[in-house]
């Protein structure tokens, strides 16, 4: 029996790296890729279409995506969520700074197919690891 693919949200104001995202997921059939266009709603999408991880872009006008992490992290209802920050920007301050805001984990745009997959997957399994530790014994 085949399983859903596993939602992804994508955040970001344009439209053609949304577009080339979505190309490069379509090598792992197993995510679906969702988008935000706008950041200030990024908060209600996630709450709404509850994805396995959210890839924000740093670089948006109006809310960045620093703002957008901290909003999600501030959210009980997103507070869990996987968050991978993408920028251009490759330098270590900026890195560590996604970081320090929520984000889980901080990849250079555009980032090679097999990297982007490959760092969902860890993720994810990071994710369902730290749910197993922390969720309460039956």
Known sequence: MPTAPI????????????????????????????????????????????????IVDM???????????????????????????MSSIDDPFTKAEALDAGADDYLIKLPDAQELVARLRALLRRARWASAVTAPPA
Request: charged share 20%; with cysteine.
């Open 7 to 54: 939602p992804i949200l994508l955040v970001d104001d344009q439209p053609l790296m949304a577009a080339a995202m979505r190309r490069l997921l379509a090598a792992a059939p197993e995510f679906a890729m969702h988008y935000c266009q706008d950041p200030c709603r990024a908060v209600g999408e996630v709450e709404a279409a509850s994805p396995a991880a959210v």
């Open 59 to 85: 670089v948006m006008p109006g809310v960045g995506g620093l703002e957008v992490i901290r909003r999600l992290r501030d959210n009980p209802a997103t507070a869990t969520v996987p968050v991978v920050m």
